[in-house]
C-alpha cells in the first residue's frame, strides 16, 4: 500500500489527485491510498462541501484517508465530516 505524501504548500483537490496519481503510476503493483488534505495553507480543515462535490476525482483510489484533525474541531463535526464523505461516495 502506498500513501501520498504531504506537500509544503497547500494545493486544490483536483491538483492533490493528479500529483498522487502521478506518483502511484510509478508502482501500479501496490494499491494506492490517497491522503486528503485541506486545499489551502491559511485553512485547517478539509472542505467537505467542494470534496464531496468533487467526489469522483477519488474514484481512482483504492483507500482515501484524512487526518483525525483535519476533519473538524470537535467529535461532532468530525463524525459528521466522515458521515458526509461516505454518503457521497456511496
Known sequence: LLVNFDYQEAYPLK???????????????????????????????????????????????DVVGFTEKELGNSIFDRGTSIYRIRKALM
Open 15 to 61: 491538483k492533490q489527485v493528479q500529483f498522487a496519481q502521478k506518483n502511484f503510476e510509478k508502482f501500479p503493483e501496490f494499491a494506492s491510498d490517497f491522503l486528503c488534505k485541506p486545499v489551502s495553507n491559511n485553512k485547517f480543515f478539509i472542505d467537505v462541501d467542494n470534496l464531496t462535490k468533487s467526489i469522483d476525482l477519488l474514484s481512482s483510489f
